[in-house]
C-alpha cells in the first residue's frame, strides 16, 4: 500500500507546483526567493572558503589553456556542438 501512496505523492506535488507557476506574478516570486536563496548561500560558502571565491573569481572570463579541467571541459563542449550538428545533419 505505501508503495502506491509515494507515486501519487509526487504527482500530487507535481500539479500543485506547476498550477502554482502558472500565474506569471508567483513565477516572479519564486524566482526572486530563488536568487535570493542562492545569493545567501555563495556568500556563506564564500565566507567558509574565501580563498576557493577569490580563486573563481580571478579564473572566471580568462581561461588558462594549460588547467587541464577547463581545456578538457571546453572540449566535450565543442565536440557536443558538433556531434549534435552531424546527426542533424545524416538524418535528411
Known amino acids: 500500500m505505501s508503495k502506491n501512496i509515494n507515486p501519487l505523492l ?4 507535481g500539479i500543485a ?3 502554482y507557476l ?6 516572479e516570486k519564486v524566482m526572486e526567493l530563488y536568487q535570493s536563496v ?4 555563495v556568500d556563506f560558502l564564500c565566507e ?7 580563486d573563481l573569481l580571478e579564473k ?6 594549460h588547467d587541464l579541467g577547463d581545456t ?11 556531434d549534435y550538428y552531424n546527426k542533424e545533419e545524416q538524418q535528411e
Not at 509526487?10 to 506535488?13: H, K, P, R, T, V
Not at 572566471?60 to 589553456?65: F, K, S, V
Open 38 to 41: 542562492k545569493g545567501k548561500v
Open 10 to 13: 509526487w504527482l500530487g506535488l
Open 22 to 27: 502558472s500565474k506569471t506574478e508567483n513565477r
Open 60 to 65: 572566471a572570463g580568462n581561461p588558462n589553456p
Open 48 to 54: 567558509q572558503n574565501p580563498s576557493a571565491c577569490q
Open 72 to 82: 578538457r571541459m571546453v572540449g566535450e563542449g565543442a565536440m557536443y556542438a558538433v
Open 17 to 19: 507546483g506547476a498550477s
